[in-house]
T-cell receptor, first 115, second 115 residues
Framework: ETGVTQSPTHLIKTRGQQVTLRCSSQ?????VSWYQQALGQGPQFIFQ???????GRGNFPPRFSGLQFPNYSSELNVNALELDDSALYLC??????????????FGPGTRLTVL | AQTVTQSQPEMSVQEAETVTLSCTYD???????LFWYKQPPSRQMILVIR??????QNATENRFSVNFQKAAKSFSLKISDSQLGDTAMYFC????????????FGTGTRLTIIP
């Protein structure tokens, strides 16, 4: 069974640029959630995708957007990068029903640095 | 909105000793799930233990156990016979049993096991 994978591991961008982060969900999982973890903080929920549809969003501006593909992998896109976007971005997958009881399993994260 | 509070930013304990990490939460929901996740320096968030609020029995997983006090909204993690590999950030997280599977995290406790 393959776990959750994320790419790239590290990324450096400059303010104003755009970035795309990728996540492959664990085999058998149909739900992907994205979290932002600033240094020294707990993860903050960005949004969740269930069967290719957005299924909830946290308090993040519209320049944070996402996609989920038919194979349940997912992308997180951030436009017009700001210095405060520097963080660890975590992806988690689960086999819920968009409101189910399953546990989320996390990938290793992508460390984004905005200069 | 739910909140999760971890009041111990850092803790340290000698190898083989027992340590308890504290977590309190606030919610108006009656059905929910509570989790403890471990995040070692490798950054990957690893599930330690999970508790369903409707279960009175405290969850256990090998050396890890919880003390769930629903009325007090308290959810502490006890690690017995601590090992060097237990050194990590520990996050308490809450998820309601409805809607999407958004996790709300505390700010974490940095646990160091001293040889």
């Amino acid at each position: 069974e393959t776990g959750v994978t994320q790419s790239p591991t590290h990324l450096i961008k400059t303010r104003g640029q755009q970035v795309t982060l990728r996540c492959s969900s664990q085999s058998g999982h149909n739900t992907v959630s994205w979290y932002q973890q600033a240094l020294g903080q707990g993860p903050q929920f960005i949004f969740q995708y269930y069967r290719e549809e957005e299924n909830g969003r946290g308090n993040f501006p519209p320049r944070f957007s996402g996609l989920q593909f038919p194979n349940y992998s997912s992308e997180l896109n951030v436009n017009a990068l700001e210095l405060d976007d520097s963080a660890l971005y975590l992806c988690a997958s689960s086999s819920g029903s968009g409101g189910g009881t399953d546990t989320q399993y996390f990938g290793p994260g992508t460390r984004l640095t905005v200069l | 909105a739910q909140t999760v509070t971890q009041s111990q930013p850092e803790m340290s304990v000698q190898e083989a000793e027992t340590v308890t990490l504290s977590c309190t939460y606030d919610t108006s929901e009656s059905n929910y799930y509570l989790f403890w996740y471990k995040q070692p320096p490798s950054r990957q968030m690893i599930l330690v233990i999970r508790q369903e609020a409707y279960k009175q029995q405290n969850a256990t997983e090998n050396r890890f156990s919880v003390n769930f006090q629903k009325a007090a909204k308290s959810f502490s993690l006890k690690i017995s016979d601590s090992q060097l590999g237990d050194t990590a950030m520990y996050f308490c997280a809450f998820r309601p049993n409805f809607g999407n599977e958004k996790l709300t995290f505390g700010t974490g406790t940095r646990l160091t096991i001293i040889p």
